[in-house]
């Protein structure tokens, strides 16, 4: 046991002058203590904040279909979250409103898709279609949805993605949300 224990460094022979300056496990040592000390904030040292997720940037998403590209940098790997929020119209003739993932809830049952298109606010996506990322997530009365979504090392580009833009009018909103 003792060979063992001396293999991995904790036990040293007597005779050993290092023994008295460091490795010695039984007594604190200068070096070890200057080592935490610089290590560990001073006990007397405010706490840091603990980190919360914080609006970053927020922008306007027109409904028109315009892309709106972040002046935010995602880094690449980091999870942030993505909040889309709010009403637009997607069809004037009949009023029908459109939030980040979901239309026609003024009129009926929500609608996911209309015409093939995945209807509502995409990213880094510029070609409306039967699916689209973010997938924002159930309905929700509030039109407020809130996702995970990790950084690239690059901005982010949404769009509202719909069948027909001609008969569209208004705006959504999306916030970038950092944890820091
Ligand atoms: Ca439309
Ligand atoms: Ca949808």
């Not at 980190?51 to 279909?65: A, I, N």
């Amino acid at each position: 046991m003792a060979l063992f224990l001396g293999a991995c460094g904790f036990d040293v022979p007597a005779n050993d002058p290092a023994s008295n300056r460091d490795g010695g496990s039984d007594a604190p040592q200068p070096g070890d203590a200057a080592t935490e000390a610089t290590a560990d904030a001073p006990p007397d040292a405010p706490p840091d904040a603990p980190p919360v997720w914080t609006d970053v940037e927020t922008r306007t998403v027109p409904c028109s279909g315009v892309d709106v590209t972040s002046t935010t940098v995602l880094l690449v790997g980091v999870t942030y979250r993505l909040r889309g929020t709010g009403t637009c119209t997607v069809n004037d003739a009949n009023n029908s409103q459109a939030d980040p993932e979901w239309h026609y809830f003024n009129l009926g049952t929500p609608r996911d898709t209309e015409s093939g298109v995945d209807n509502g606010i995409a990213i880094d996506d510029a070609t409306p279609g039967a699916s689209k990322l973010p997938a924002w997530g159930a309905y929700s009365a509030s039109h407020t949805y809130t996702v995970d979504w990790i950084g690239s090392g690059a901005t982010i580009t949404a769009r509202y993605h719909d069948s027909n833009y001609s008969n569209n009018n208004g705006s959504l909103m999306l916030t970038i949300q950092a944890f820091q």
